[in-house]
């Protein structure tokens, strides 16, 4: 799973299959109550990763409030 290193910024992960350092390739924005999505690729042997990415752990999830219900 990636990291935040010291100086805040996102550490990639590791592949699972060649242990190569892994190169951030996309980000999916957050959508209504799912977080935003990292997908990481190796390019030494072309594994295909994805990890859901919060933006504050710390933040407690909101409920959602329809008006006049």
Not at 14 to 31: D, F, Q, V, Y
Not at 40 to 61: K, P, T
């Amino acid at each position: 799973m990636a990291s935040i290193d010291g100086g805040g910024s996102l550490a990639p992960p590791s592949c699972e299959s060649c242990n190569a350092a892994m190169t951030l390739i996309g980000r999916l924005p957050r959508i209504l109550l799912r977080p935003s999505v990292h997908v990481f690729r190796c390019f030494s042997c072309d594994n295909v990763i994805s990890e859901e990415h919060r933006a504050s752990e710390s933040s407690q999830d909101q409920e959602l409030t329809v008006p006049g219900v």
